[in-house]
């Protein structure tokens, strides 16, 4: 007792010291977000009940800042985890914390941090909560910036693996800023950003069992793998030119069937803007860059330690993204240009208002692999696990994977209705789900007409029709001919009411209906719905989770302060 | 350029070939290495004995002062758990403790220690797992010179369900050792399980470091002399045509292994442990003399 009361003293005169100094000081900021759902049984969708009649989602990022110092911490529970949602995510408490101290030349993090370096092709620590996706480092952070223009990072740490932490991955990335490290360059057109970074990782050997395939022997698996990347951002003017390389060690992991093949990735990204004018075209080429903590991880979005930056349009409307690109980080090439010009007002084409023209086009092909047998082997052991894998040729391309076409015109049609027209064309390849099958391709017309009642009353109203070549097997339930129609009206600024249908009138199956009612007010916006969720997959900037079927009601509440 | 330039372009050149350093080149030629002995597995007669037993591994170094304090923790343990202990002594080669003291020791270290001792991430000594249970989610360690928390660590270990039992038998076959596991499942199971073997000899005279004193003549029991299988077992073939195996089931594996003419087989004792391929939890173990 005694100890606790001194413990307590000691304490008091701990915070009374820190207030005097004004360390109790700064503000405290964070939100909230509580994602709830129900589902029933339904057999012609594909949906189940749920035991535990609803599922749960929910998270409370606060975060305290004083001057040069912040704090925070993120508290998550799932009860149970919504579906699509790994199960490994069941539980709660507190999933990061972190205090980082911070100033215009360096800053330090201790806990759990995300990073970056350059596109990512070595290191991307982020979070995506919609694809419960969460690869926090825990360990220390660190940032200096010894001269004007240079700037050098450094990590080291564990990544989260749901409630767990797993593997070592350490890392150092250096970026020179030629015009700000140069005087005289310092006011210069052309702008130049050179960076290099390096990173590895570290897992101890266990077990990996390849009895199966070669009696008596075991792959003698490195420990430590390394990948670096150079980079590069020039500009001048309008125009823009980025790109980055990487190459990584050996790295035979459950993904890429144990083979010992060195990873490597290069992209390209050139630009051009002006006034009513912008252009970009992206290349890239990637083999073998699946860079993972833990290297029998299954999981396709868990402990990835890098990221192969997307080059498909992330599309919004519901049948053009119902086939989303997903990132083959085994191996893949392709390109995307994507121009966005205005016509200008009071012109033929452009009418009172003008008009915006949005035209992307992307296609990903697979790599021409030869596959290659393990020295001193048969032949029938090649691509096996301990072999090289393949060869591939840089310029070669494989199979096609993914190919999109869209022309988005928009328009406003007087000071209160805008339209919006779309034409999408979508070839989709299944292998890049993991599944056999023909090739589909798909017609996508959208028309979105908004209808600006007043300053607080909006309605919007929604038509798509998606005709494919696909049909309905009884496996892919967004297989055959779909239309869709979608109202939403906006009242009062505060309130929004939206009800969508989706059918399948020809060689698919289900009727997909929806209803929501939401309510904003400040920061905090609360919304229920009901309705029917086809099983697909989501995806953003190539990474996917799997959505499965579901029909019931939905609730959602996000609040900041 | 000046001085502070000079400085930190030699330090981050510093640090960059560390982590450089930090890449592992594996040629072509030894991607393979030899898994251990190979299991052949029939259908099995049962196992009499339902007993369930758990392994203690304790990592110790002949330098460790306090590692005789912990041998005797263990070895009351061992009296007062009738048989359901088994203990095994390693030595890794990841610190100085567990050299040989002098030149006229025998070295005790193991290749297979050493796996495992990275794995678990041993950086102290003496320390012990019993069953390679998890504390949340690190692996629950405890230090055996403690005394206090050897028998709780103990029976944390055989608190859990008795998934299968298990007998070892080893008949020595000219220059080889003829091995003989047998299980019997006592529940579905849907894991995937291995059996790991191992060989451990007693009666081992080195010089040990005990608290100030250097006793040359200290003697070393189960001290753990090789993996016979691959340090993380053998796969049972249990012959399931599901994802379940059911309760019920008797499985036989054979293996055939070669024991250094550098041991005293008299003294050696084969031991069996059954785990988790994936979690690595031990679930049952068993140990014989060498017929």
Redesign the interface.
Same mark, same amino acid.
């Given at each position: 007792m005694k100890k606790h009361i001194l413990l307590l003293l000691a304490l008091c005169v701990a915070v009374s010291t820190a207030m005097g100094q004004g360390i109790m000081g700064g503000h405290v900021t964070g939100n909230f977000q509580i994602d709830a759902q129900t589902s029933r049984e339904d057999s012609v969708i594909g949906s189940k009940s749920l035991p535990e009649i609803m599922h749960l989602n929910a998270r409370g990022d606060i975060l305290y800042t004083n001057g040069n110092f912040s704090a925070g911490l993120r508290y998550e529970a799932y009860l149970n985890p919504m579906e699509g949602f790994r199960p490994e995510y069941e539980g709660q408490g507190i999933a990061n914390y972190f205090a980082s101290y911070k100033t215009k030349d360096f800053a330090i993090t201790a806990g759990h941090f995300y990073e970056q370096f350059g596109n990512g092709l070595t290191l991307r620590a982020y979070e995506d909560r919609y694809l419960g996706i969460d690869n926090a480092i825990r360990g220390f952070n660190v940032m200096y910036r010894?001269?004007r223009g240079i700037t050098?990072k450094?990590l080291i740490g564990q990544q989260r693996y749901f409630?767990?932490?797993r593997g070592l991955v350490?890392?150092?990335d250096?970026e020179v800023s030629v015009n700000e490290l140069l005087a005289s360059l310092a006011e210069a057109k052309t702008r130049l950003t050179l960076g290099a970074s390096?990173v590895?990782k570290?897992e101890?050997?266990?077990?990996i069992?390849?009895?199966s395939y070669?009696?008596?022997?075991?792959?003698?698996?490195?420990?430590?793998?390394?990948a670096?990347a150079v980079r590069m951002d020039l500009s001048h003017g309008g125009f823009g030119l980025q790109a980055e390389y990487a190459r990584k060690?050996?790295d035979p992991c459950d993904l890429n069937n144990y083979i010992?093949h060195k990873g490597e990735a290069i992209w390209v990204s050139a630009s051009y803007s002006q006034k009513g004018l912008s252009a970009n075209l992206q290349a890239k080429r990637i083999e073998n860059m699946c860079f993972r903590s833990v290297r029998s991880e299954k999981y396709p979005e868990a402990m990835y330690i890098n990221y192969i930056p997307a080059i498909t349009k992330q599309h919004t409307y519901a049948f053009l993204s119902m086939y989303p690109y997903q990132t083959q980080t085994d191996g893949e090439m392709g390109l995307q240009a994507d121009v966005i010009y205005k016509i200008k007002k009071e012109t033929l084409l452009g009418g009172k208002y003008g008009t915006d023209l949005h035209l992307n086009a992307s296609v990903i092909t697979g790599l021409d692999m030869q596959p290659v047998a393990?020295?001193g082997l048969d032949t029938a052991m090649t691509g096996a696990p301990?072999s090289?894998g393949y060869s591939s040729d840089f310029f070669k391309a494989g199979d096609l994977y993914y190919a999109d076409a869209s022309l988005e015109v928009a328009r406003k049609l007087s000071s209160k209705v805008k339209l919006a027209a779309t034409y999408g064309y979508v070839v989709y390849n299944p292998v890049v789900e993991g599944h056999t099958g023909d090739i589909h391709h798909n017609h996508v017309v959208v028309a979105d007409l908004t209808w600006k009642l007043n300053r607080k009353n909006v309605l919007r109203f929604e038509g798509e029709w998606m005709g494919s070549d696909s049909k309905y097997d009884g496996e892919d339930k967004r297989s055959g001919d779909w239309i869709m129609g979608l109202v939403e009206y906006n009242f009062t600024s505060k309130w929004f009411f939206c009800v969508s249908d989706q059918y399948a009138y020809n060689d698919g199956v289900g009727n997909y209906y929806n209803l929501s009612v939401g309510y904003t007010t400040g920061a905090t916006r609360i919304q229920f719905g009901y309705g029917k969720q086809r099983e697909g997959i989501i995806c953003i900037g190539g990474v996917c989770r799997t959505v499965p079927a579901s029909n019931g009601f939905t609730f959602s509440l996000t609040t900041s302060f | 350029m000046n001085h $502070?330039?000079i400085q930190?372009i030699k330090y981050?050149l510093l640090?960059?070939l560390l982590?450089?350093a930090?890449?592992?080149?594996?040629d072509?030629?030894?991607?393979?290495?030899?898994?251990g002995a190979?299991a052949q597995w029939e259908e099995g007669s049962g196992v009499d004995d339902k007993t369930q037993r758990t392994l203690l591994e304790k990592y110790t170094g002949v330098g460790c002062i306090n590692c005789p304090i912990a041998d005797i923790n263990i070895h009351k343990a061992d009296s007062a758990m009738g048989g359901r202990l088994i203990a095994v002594s390693i030595h890794d080669f990841s610190s100085t403790l567990t050299s040989p003291v002098d030149a006229t020791s025998p070295d005790l270290r193991t290749e297979v220690g050493q796996?495992w001792s990275?794995?678990f991430g041993i950086t102290q000594l003496p320390m012990a797992l019993v069953g390679r249970n998890r504390k949340a $989610?690190d692996w629950a360690m405890y230090n055996p010179a403690d005394a206090s928390l050897v028998m709780p660590s103990i029976s944390d270990a055989l608190d859990q369900p008795n998934v299968a039992a298990l007998a070892v038998k080893a008949v020595k076959n000219g220059d080889d050792i003829d091995i003989t596991v047998d299980l019997e499942y006592l529940q579905d199971l849907t894991d995937s399980l291995?059996v790991t073997l191992f060989i451990m000899e007693d009666s081992i005279r080195a010089t040990q470091k005990n608290g100030h004193n250097i006793d040359t003549n200290y003697i070393h029991n189960h001290i753990l002399r090789d993996a016979i299988t691959?340090?993380?077992?053998?796969?049972v073939d249990d012959g399931r045509t599901s994802n379940v195996v059911n309760a019920g089931t008797k499985r036989r594996g054979s293996f055939t292994y070669t024991p250094s003419k550098d041991w005293r087989l008299d003294r050696c004792h084969i031991v069996a442990y059954l785990s988790n391929y994936a979690s690595?939890r031990i679930y049952n173990a068993a140990k014989c003399d060498i017929e």
């Open positions: 010894p001269f050098l450094g409630w767990d932490q350490r890392g150092i250096g390096f590895s570290y101890a050997t266990s077990g069992n390849v009895d070669l009696d008596g022997f075991k792959l003698n698996l490195p420990a430590n793998v390394g670096a060690g050996d010992y393990l020295s301990g090289s | $502070s330039i930190a981050s640090i960059i982590v450089f930090s890449c592992d080149k594996i072509e030629e030894e991607r393979l290495v030899p898994a190979k796996v990275s794995f $989610s291995t691959d340090p993380w077992g053998a796969l690595k």
